[in-house]
């Protein structure tokens, strides 16, 4: 064992059994909740029993995956003897903690939406209050898997890598390789359910709202209990495995540099290290302060509930600004003042990309509010401008995120801009952990994301159980605000998936330099271009980069970026395409039941909706394969064929082209739904009226945008760097 380890690491370990047993009482307090009238229970109980199905489909098909790859990396690693004898074991349990957390979440939002309508029935506040706690389990269940794993594979690894310098770097950059077993498993999750909640999302909406005229979540509607899935599947288990692997990924690249920076002093290297962890850590306990702050009043607007979360994040997020200084501070880390202000520049990144976000997508304001007036012209008119919204809507993020790239990479540096191979790395630390800062208040933040599905299935409940109208206002209100909070922790899972695949980037050139070595010990001679012999072992960043030629004038580096960007529209393309296909199976089936099942309209007969269910199920595990696969495919191929310097390339116009891209579609597809909920409410003609069918058109264009191939774009930008990473011994041997 590592006997330098610090007793402040045992805070991590400390704070994810506090996460995960804060997570279980908000799960027991949620089901002490009355879950309504037989009614409800029943309506709740399909969706359950929907959603658990399809999950435990969808975790068969992955795990073959996963032994798979297993094997294969296993082959690499005894046989080839190309890879650290580690990856196939980090790699299993990377991608199992992330699929643990995407179920926990959903079982707990699938128990808690009943409930919460029910508690909507007592009051706004009420309602609010399950909704946000049982979201609260995700935000912590996954805060607190991510950092036990990261805890548990840094205590075996030091058992067998004992010591700092050289030890530490083969520890982290070992640690990283289960980052791409969460990454394929966040990408099955997200894309599979993305296309199943869509498909079931636009058959409900075009053929039951659109053409039939009955209101949204109406039982009559055959899909409207495979919507309910979907809202589940998707937007909980989805993004649950979706933020579990960002947060590992940020902290985890980051621990990678800081021993990368700091090597030539082994104390502040093991500082350097573990900083990032305790920051995480750290945030834990602050989110929970700001998670028992979220409350709101009977008759909130849609702004006094933003406050109401807005408060909880912001005093979390203050918080940890303070903390971090502190704990760097006691740390007498090198520079650690400007390190603390590279993770202050993180935080605040996040802030202005979620205030941007939600001044895009939210209906209190007059993008969305131009959006939903333009539907008094027709469906056309309200696509083209919420097309041009979406695309104006970039510039926030991506200036944010270039303003805070060369901050954090300054301050951490001291403002060095000799770019000398020292002032780099200390300058990508800054980068890692600014990603680390953006994040570290993921609970709560988590939390705010989580709340909307339960919220919206809620009203679904309360629609087919036939409660009170009030009800459904007030459950309308809650989802109207999810959909905003939805889109700004979208914001905040692609603002820090840029910095992370940033600080990858720095990670993947030290793989490739333990992977030279490695080749050297089995005999492998590596010259460069004027006979001299390199020595990856003593090389530098800045020498590294000259002897694989990684530079806009090599013609191998760009056209890895022209394929990187190339990647990201066409898994775009594909997951659309899917959700296209699987949609149409839908609406023709929807169609098929309102047909030949006499009197659904009339309420007289009940819709088949298992057959329904059974269709978005089957759709989602054909189609989400290929465009997984591929993510994994494409770096393994550049790399064989265009060598380390077109991989750089590839990573690079991958996460340029896939960052602005994925902001795009998140928030034009929020800005479509909340568009429509402003015309739902009673404007520009109310529900029913021509201008609200224009809206669901919007909606249903929007819906993918938003929940399949948007948010699976960040997942797909750090995929490909952790893939490169874990494929670095089998580039060299290849190049």
Known sequence: MNMNIPVAFWLVPVASVVALSMAWFFFRQMMTEDEGTPRMREIAGHVRHGAMAYLKQQYRVVTMVFIVLAVIFAFMAYVLKVQNPWVPFAFLTGGFFSGLAGFFGMKTATYASGRTANAARKGLNQGLRVAFRSGAVMGLVVVGLGLLDIAIWFLILSAFYPGTGVSLITITTTMLTFGMGASTQALFARVGGGIYTKAADVGADLVGKVEQDIPEDDPRNPATIADNVGDNVGDVAGMGADLYESYCGSILSTAALGATAFALNGDMQLKAVIAPMIIAS??????????????????????DLLKSLSLGTNVSAVLIAVATFVILYLFQLDNWLGVSFSVITGLCAGVIIGQGTEYYTSHSYKPTQDIAASSQTGAATVIIKGIGTGMISTMIPVVTISVAIMLSYLCANGFDLSMSAASMSRGLYGIGIAAVGMLSTLGITLATDAYGPIADNAGGNAEMSELEPQVRQ????????????????????????????????????????????????????????????????????????????????????????????????????????????????????????????????????????????????????KEMIFPSLLAIAIPIAVGCLLGVAGVMGLLVGGLTAGFTLAVFMANAGGAWDNAKKMVEEGNFGGKGSACHKATIVGDTVGDPFKDTSGPSLNILIKLMSMVSIVMAGLTVAFS
């Open 282 to 303: 750290v945030g834990i306990f602050l989110s929970l302060i700001g998670i028992f702050l979220v409350r709101t009043k009977e008759g909130a607007t849609m702004k």
């Open 474 to 621: 007030r459950t309308d209100a809650l989802d109207a605000l999810g959909n905003t909070t939805a889109a700004t922790g979208k914001g905040f899972a692609i603002g820090s998936a840029a910095l992370t695949a940033l600080a990858l980037l720095a990670s993947y050139v030290e793989e490739i330099k333990i992977a030279m070595a490695r080749a050297v010990e089995n005999g492998q001679t590596f010259v460069d271009n004027a006979g001299q012999v390199f020595n990856p072992e003593t090389a530098d960043m800045v020498q590294f980069m000259e002897f694989f030629q990684v530079n806009l004038m090599n013609p191998k580096v760009l056209v890895g970026a022209f394929i990187g960007g190339m990647a990201a529209f066409l898994f775009c393309g594909l997951t659309m395409g899917a959700v296209g296909r699987a949609a149409q199976s839908m609406v023709e089936e929807v169609r098929r039941q309102f047909r030949e099942i006499k009197g659904i309209l009339e309420g007289k007969a009940t819709p088949d909706y298992g057959r329904c269910v059974e269709i978005s199920t089957r759709s989602a595990q």
